[in-house]
């Protein structure tokens, strides 16, 4: 049964250590991280973004294909169905629709907005006992269309947003979406240390984890970072697998071009990206 990420992350916050969320697009996607939470006795959360959502023809299929394969495949650990950058209609949604925990990004409206619709959020979610996260400054890069410029969050507002009573709480520390630039200059500790200074015992979210090196993921971990986001570093990993099979023209080799066949690399890659992440982030034997 998927749960709330509340308990995940507060235990996470408490033990140190961070727990996943990985973006999934597809079956292959979602019975691979799945599978691997499972065998490394993590929590996990499945990330669905809008677009990802629409994709899968919408946030009915993603909910019972995920309630279905959780039961076929004797899930035990901890999993939050998670909706990622959520829109404000989005996240209504997805809450009918039976998600068990919402991101919603007010990120890109005027503070006072932001403060207001994350609110009214708090309000639904409560009411549902499902974990919201509200986002503060925008982060970096690209997402479905949503482009951040980078910013630092300012403090004042992440204490504003966190006071409402989110579970949980995304503020911009110089990260980005996708890949990080030659020229990054990294993540924003001071920033980071202030904000889980002043608010509470609330876990931070870092977006943008593809790409950070180990030593700065341990770090703001230290800092009260307990949920970390890794997507673009699936889809590099289902990629690469993927090429080598049609390179070495496997796809073309007895019944190679059997869909069963074709993306099992790619199924495979994706788990070993997800092992290597929840061993970096701690979370293994964590459910
Ligand atoms: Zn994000």
């Known amino acids: 049964m998927l749960v709330s990420a509340k308990d995940m992350l507060n235990k996470a916050y408490e033990g140190k250590y961070a727990v996943g969320q990985f ?9 691979a991280v799945l599978q691997t939470a499972q065998e490394l006795n993590s929590p996990v ?32 650990v901890p999993v939050a169905l998670h909706l990622d950058h959520g829109s404000y209609e989005g ?21 006072e907005e932001n403060i207001a619709k994350t609110a009214e959020m708090v309000k639904l979610t409560n009411e549902k006992g499902i ?10 890069g690209e997402e479905d269309g949503i482009v951040g410029t980078g910013e630092i969050a300012d403090v004042k507002e992440c204490v504003a947003i966190n006071d409402l009573g989110v579970t949980m709480l995304a503020a911009g520390i110089g990260n980005i979406h996708g890949a990080y630039p030659e020229n990054w200059t990294g993540l924003a500790f001071d920033t980071l240390e202030q904000i889980n200074n002043e608010t509470g015992n609330t876990p931070l979210v870092l977006h943008g984890g593809t790409g950070i090196e180990s030593d700065m ?21 289902f ?15 007895g019944k190679g071009f059997d869909p069963r066949k074709l993306l099992n690399p790619g199924f495979e890659a994706i788990k070993a990206t ?9 979370s293994v034997n964590k459910a």
């Not at 994709?55 to 899930?75: Q, R, S």
């Not at 009918?96 to 005027?110: E, L, V």
């Not at 974990?131 to 970096?140: D, H, M, N, Q």
């Not at 997800?274 to 701690?282: C, L, P, Q, S, T």
């Open 23 to 31: 973006n999934i697009n597809n079956l292959e996607w979602t019975k």
């Open 45 to 76: 959360i499945l990330g669905v973004s809008e677009g990802a959502a629409k994709y899968m023809t919408g946030f009915k299929t993603v909910v019972g294909m995920v309630n279905g394969m959780m039961e076929e495949m004797n899930i035990t």
């Open 91 to 111: 996240a209504k949604a997805a809450i009918a629709a039976g998600f068990s925990s919402i991101m919603f990004d007010g990120s890109h409206y005027p503070i």
């Open 131 to 140: 974990s919201l996260e509200a986002e503060v400054g925008s982060i970096g």
């Open 217 to 237: 993921i341990k770090k703001a971990i230290s800092l009260g970072v307990s949920k970390i986001n890794v997507n673009t570093e699936c889809q590099w990993a």
């Open 239 to 253: 990629q690469q697998a993927t090429r080598e099979y049609v390179v070495a023209g496997k796809d073309q080799q």
């Open 274 to 282: 997800v092992k290597e992440k929840m061993e970096i982030f701690g």
